[in-house]
């Protein structure tokens, strides 16, 4: 998307496309990951469910409904950033060839590191008592999530949330493609984090490289337990901090080293 759509389209025209690109994106990544886990393959997968019980209907229709929601915050702060971009307040650039093409590349994983630290503080900010029940009650109502519930934030949350994004155009120069391969990663591990099950295997949470990574367990423990784990991305806020849960490697192994019944009988009758 060139400079000349944000400075033709109108305000009306920049919101519609914002909303329909955050839509489209939850629709794909948290319908597909529904789809697959809650769906089409339940029964199979069902041995790496992190809670036993699934959510109820009526948190699955509260995750969507708040989360239709937060796009609207989403859309209209994309909005108010096309007009400081008209104005020449930030430091988003549309021709690859205004910068290097290694920082187009080098871009993306700093937006997720700002990203990261960035949600980490805001969090830890949200779970202050008198803070806690005005911002982010709403997205504790999951204690159980969904892959529905990655973007079911009260409108206070998510005007925090996506605070993110003029902290980038301000800080980092960046293009619109960058920023949207940033955004598609987030989506995936916002989906990934409130998915339910844990895709990752066992000894991933203590091999010397994926150990940085969050996983599904992780986010799951913070909203089933809400006092512990509260990264996003990566685990090193939580371990500089002391705030992983002491139970997240016991817990998270004894999802991931499940096998399924059928691969332990498969095993029994050929030994």
Same mark, same amino acid.
């Given at each position: 998307?060139?400079?000349?759509?944000?400075?033709?389209?109108?305000?009306?025209?920049?919101?519609?496309?914002?909303?329909?690109?955050?839509? /489209?994106?939850?629709? %794909?990544? $948290? =319908?597909?990951?529904? #789809?697959?886990?809650?769906? +089409?393959?339940?029964?199979?997968?069902?041995?790496?469910?992190?809670?036993?019980?699934?959510?109820?209907?009526?948190?699955?229709?509260?995750?969507?409904?708040?989360?239709?929601?937060?796009?609207?915050?989403?859309?209209?702060?994309?909005?108010?950033?096309?007009?400081?971009?008209?104005?020449?307040?930030?430091?988003?650039?549309?021709?690859?060839?205004?910068?290097?093409?290694?920082?187009?590349?080098?871009?993306?994983?700093?937006?997720?590191?700002?990203?990261?630290?960035?949600?980490?503080?805001?969090?830890?900010?949200?779970?202050?008592?008198?803070?806690?029940?005005?911002?982010?009650?709403?997205?504790?109502?999951?204690?159980?999530?969904?892959?529905?519930?990655?973007?079911?934030?009260?409108? /206070?949350?998510?005007? %925090?949330? $996506? =605070?993110?994004?003029? #902290?980038?155009?301000?800080? +980092?120069?960046?293009?619109?493609?960058?920023?949207?391969?940033?955004?598609?990663?987030?989506?995936?591990?916002?989906?990934?984090?409130?998915?339910?099950?844990?895709?990752?295997?066992?000894?991933?949470?203590?091999?010397?490289?994926?150990?940085?990574?969050?996983?599904?367990?992780?986010?799951?423990?913070?909203?089933?337990?809400?006092?512990?784990?509260?990264?996003?991305?990566?685990?090193?806020?939580?371990?500089?901090?002391?705030?992983?849960?002491?139970?997240?490697?016991?817990?998270?192994?004894?999802?991931?080293?499940?096998?399924?019944?059928?691969?332990?009988?498969?095993?029994?009758?050929?030994?």
């Amino acid at each position: 998307m060139d400079n000349a759509f944000w400075n033709n389209a109108g305000v009306l025209g920049q919101a519609l496309f914002g909303y329909a690109t955050f839509f /489209l994106r939850y629709l %794909v990544f $948290a =319908g597909g990951a529904w #789809l697959f886990f809650y769906v +089409l393959f339940r029964r199979k997968v069902l041995f790496k469910r992190i809670q036993e019980e699934f959510p109820p209907r009526s948190k699955i229709r509260t995750e969507i409904l708040y989360s239709l929601l937060t796009f609207v915050i989403f859309a209209c702060v994309g909005v108010i950033l096309a007009w400081f971009r008209r104005h020449g307040y930030t430091q988003l650039y549309f021709h690859l060839s205004d910068y290097p093409l290694w920082w187009f590349f080098l871009s993306i994983p700093l937006m997720l590191l700002l990203h990261d630290a960035w949600f980490y503080w805001t969090h830890r900010f949200m779970h202050l008592k008198k803070i806690f029940p005005l911002f982010h009650k709403v997205h504790h109502l999951s204690n159980n999530p969904s892959p529905w519930a990655s973007f079911s934030f009260h409108p /206070l949350e998510a005007v %925090v949330e $996506a =605070g993110i994004l003029p #902290l980038i155009a301000f800080t +980092l120069p960046a293009h619109p493609l960058a920023i949207l391969i940033f955004l598609l990663m987030m989506t995936v591990m916002n989906v990934i984090g409130h998915l339910g099950y844990e895709i990752f295997p066992s000894g991933f949470t203590k091999n010397s490289i994926t150990k940085w990574s969050n996983t599904s367990t992780h986010h799951n423990m913070h909203h089933r337990l809400v006092k512990c784990n509260y990264g996003l991305y990566f685990n090193f806020w939580d371990r500089i901090m002391g705030t992983n849960h002491e139970k997240y490697h016991e817990q998270f192994e004894e999802v991931a080293g499940r096998k399924r019944k059928d691969d332990l009988s498969s095993g029994r009758s050929s030994s």
